[in-house]
């Protein structure tokens, strides 16, 4: 059974934090991994993509691949509380379908 | 580029009656998905297409389920004798097989509820 499993929350951090999301995924051929954001009663918007080992930087968004330990994370810096939502990881396999963790709600209190 | 829109945007049904949404993707993306979302969970693939092709459904999707995308643009995806626990979000997705990426965009959703 291939899983992504998330904590669900909520985490809360303080306005201007950094919020550290985190995501394991169970099957090692997976090759593309994906962040998005969803907000209550929305669709999900995508954040990052990342594909190879390392950390990647967009902004304030910074996702990191850890493929031998099958682990993935979003930081989120200077957080405001529009970040506040569900955010979801996503792990393609090879079939190019999309996995989904049960998502981890961030609140961002001011 | 509009993004994938879908409709209709919210759909309330009673239970033993059929549905029909509509997907309508990014114009340049040969694959479309469908997922489904219910209240705490993460999206569920269902089945997707590149270009006209199904080439793969979840086995988790009955056979009331059925979906089509006739001549590789938009698709639509029915459910038959609808139940109570047919109600859920149900998104479409697209993105663009041989591009750089393989990411997927998601359109606004459909919400199903089935009394």
């Known amino acids: 059974q291939k899983e992504v499993e998330q904590n669900s929350g909520p985490l809360s951090v303080p306005e201007g934090a950094i919020a550290s999301l985190n995501c394991t995924y169970s099957?090692?051929?997976?090759?593309?991994f994906f962040w998005y954001r969803q907000y209550s009663g929305k669709s999900p918007e995508l954040i990052m993509s990342?594909?190879?080992?390392g950390d990647k930087e967009d902004g304030r968004f910074t996702a990191q691949l850890n493929k031998a330990s099958q682990y993935v994370s979003l930081l989120i810096r200077d957080s405001q509380p529009s970040d506040s939502a569900t955010y979801l990881c996503?792990?393609?396999?090879?079939?190019?379908?999309?996995?989904f963790g049960t998502g981890t709600r961030l609140q961002v209190f001011p | 580029d509009t993004g994938v829109s879908q409709d209709p945007r919210h759909k309330i049904t009673k239970r033993g009656q059929n549905v029909t949404f509509r997907c309508d993707p990014i114009?340049?993306?040969?694959?479309l998905y469908w997922y489904r979302q219910t209240l705490g969970q993460g999206p569920e693939f269902l089945t997707y297409?590149?270009?006209?092709?199904?080439?793969?459904k979840s086995r988790l999707l009955s056979d009331r389920f059925s979906a089509e995308r006739p001549k590789g643009s938009f698709s639509t995806l029915e459910i038959q004798r609808t139940e109570q626990g047919d109600s859920a979000m149900y998104l479409c997705?697209?993105?663009?097989?041989?591009?750089?990426?393989?990411?997927?965009?998601f359109g606004p959703g459909t919400r199903l509820t089935v009394l």
């Open positions: 997705a697209s993105s663009l097989r041989g591009g750089s990426t393989d990411t997927q965009y």
């Open positions: 099957d090692r051929v997976s090759q593309s």
């Open positions: 990342i594909y190879s080992n």
């Open positions: 996503a792990v393609n396999w090879v079939t190019d379908k999309l996995i």
């Open positions: 114009s340049e993306h040969n694959r």
């Open positions: 297409f590149q270009n006209e092709a199904q080439l793969e």
